[in-house]
């Protein structure tokens, strides 16, 4: 199973920005060949997907109440995929996983279902 890395969580303002960061440990596992997703789960609410990066053509899939906030992308150079989230709201706090996804980013966005493995997830905090 592959091993994924979130970082760049925190605690930030209404209105600001973060970038989340996924990293892998596991030696041979390249993003590149893989749908990629974020999805967060916030304290007594259920799974949401955020957003998904098509290994096809590297289209980005975002969902309702990330639309237009948020831009995801890769660097294969570094073979590390990102999440921009800007404009940020209280509703925005969750844990953020990254996620491997198994069935196609607009369906799993969309549904909040398809992910692989995931890793520990990075904590965002939106105060107002």
């Known amino acids: 199973e592959v091993q994924l890395v979130e970082s760049g969580g925190g605690l930030v303002q209404v209105g600001e920005s973060l970038r989340l960061s996924c990293t892998t440990s596991?030696?041979?596992?390249?993003?590149?060949?893989?749908?990629v997703g974020w999805f967060r789960q916030a304290p007594g609410k259920e799974r949401e997907g955020v957003s998904c990066l098509s290994e096809h053509d590297n289209s980005p899939y975002y969902g309702e109440s990330v639309q237009g906030r948020a831009a995801m992308s890769r660097d294969n150079a570094k073979n590390t995929v990102y999440l921009q989230l800007n404009n940020l709201k209280p509703d925005d706090t969750a844990v953020y996983y990254c996620?491997?996804?198994?069935?196609?980013?607009?369906?799993?966005?969309?549904?909040?279902?398809?992910?692989?493995?995931w890793g520990q997830g990075t904590q965002v905090t939106v105060s107002s």
């Open positions: 596991t030696a041979g596992f390249i993003f590149d060949d893989y749908n």
């Open positions: 996620a491997t996804v198994a069935i196609g980013c607009g369906y799993s966005v969309r549904s909040s279902i398809g992910y692989a493995s």
